[in-house]
């Protein structure tokens, strides 16, 4: 009988664990039962989020799915509970650290941009709020900022608040991590800052912001920017599109910290399955 190819699913179950071995321990603790492996956790919660499900329906899922068995090693399905538990026992810093090792998957140029968007923190439809008139401050949102590589589509770093925090504040954290991926910062006039421009200058970035026009020097420097270089700030739409898309467009956790690892995993699953 003819061997089937991998599919997608499989390449991707397989470099999820290949991350996850290179920086995180085999087990949680010395007095662990060892049944299952942080490694297999990673990489079930990395699936739940790509196929956009809840604990159940993937463990559900995964009984017709031997090779993915296989390929993590798993001899017998955990419980929901356990990959529950699993996921509040990581650490965001592991979360972080993986996103990190994922970037070097993908052929970066340096040239990066910074954008924010909503994602929901409730379930509900946006045909059932529409039909209520639920307000905004029913159905809250996360304000989550993206710096993304505009040549692989790579996500590099994240921020994620609870508040409706201005913009201008956001960008300098993300840049001081991120300095040494970081060539070209891309960003709309929300980021027009002197703190974000001066802070760019002093790690060698160069900032390609576009200027609020109270003034007609604000005009022309505004015209004198590289219209193909800032055009390219468009794909951090695109990756915020196909998050949405994809992943969904809401968070399922009731917890904020838990919401906040939801998204960070949410962006190593968008880098693995770019890198495929």
């Known amino acids: 009988m003819q061997a089937l190819p991998k599919s997608r699913l499989l390449q991707f179950v397989e ?37 956009n499900t809840t604990y159940r329906e993937l463990l559900d899922e995964l009984i017709e799915m031997p090779r993915i068995w296989n390929a993590i090693d798993l001899e017998v ?5 356990t990959l529950c538990k699993a996921f509040n026992r990581l650490d965001m810093a592991v979360w972080r650290v993986l996103l990190n090792l994922s970037v ?14 909503g994602f929901d923190r409730s379930h509900a439809s946006k045909h059932y709020t ?7 401050l029913t159905i809250q949102q996360l304000k989550v900022t993206l710096l993304v590589d505009t040549k692989a589509n790579a996500i590099i ?15 300098p954290s993300l840049i001081k991590r991120n300095t040494a991926e970081v060539a070209i910062l891309l960003g709309d006039k929300g980021y027009n800052d002197q703190k974000i421009r001066a802070l760019s200058r002093e790690d060698n970035l160069r900032p390609l912001i576009k200027h609020r026009e109270f003034s007609a020097l604000h005009k022309a420097w505004n015209a004198r920017l590289d219209a193909d270089l800032y055009g390219q700030r468009s794909q951090n739409e695109t990756v915020n599109s196909h ?6 467009a809401f968070v399922r956790s009731r917890h904020w910290w838990k919401q906040f690892r939801e998204l960070v995993i949410g962006c190593l699953t968008h880098n693995i399955d770019r890198a495929l």
């Open 130 to 136: 529409k039909l209520t008139k639920l307000t905004t």
């Open 104 to 117: 070097t998957l993908l052929p970066t140029n340096g040239v990066v941009g910074i954008d924010a968007s």
């Open 243 to 248: 998050l949405k898309r994809k992943y969904g």
């Open 77 to 81: 399905l955990p419980s929901p509970s």
């Open 15 to 51: 470099q999820a664990l290949h991350l996850a071995r290179r920086d995180v321990a085999r087990c949680s603790s010395k007095f662990s039962k060892r049944r299952y492996t942080l490694h297999q956790h990673i990489v079930l919660l990395c699936l739940k989020v790509r196929k």
């Open 157 to 171: 770093d994240l921020h994620v608040t609870a508040t409706r925090k201005h913009d201008s504040p956001i960008a």
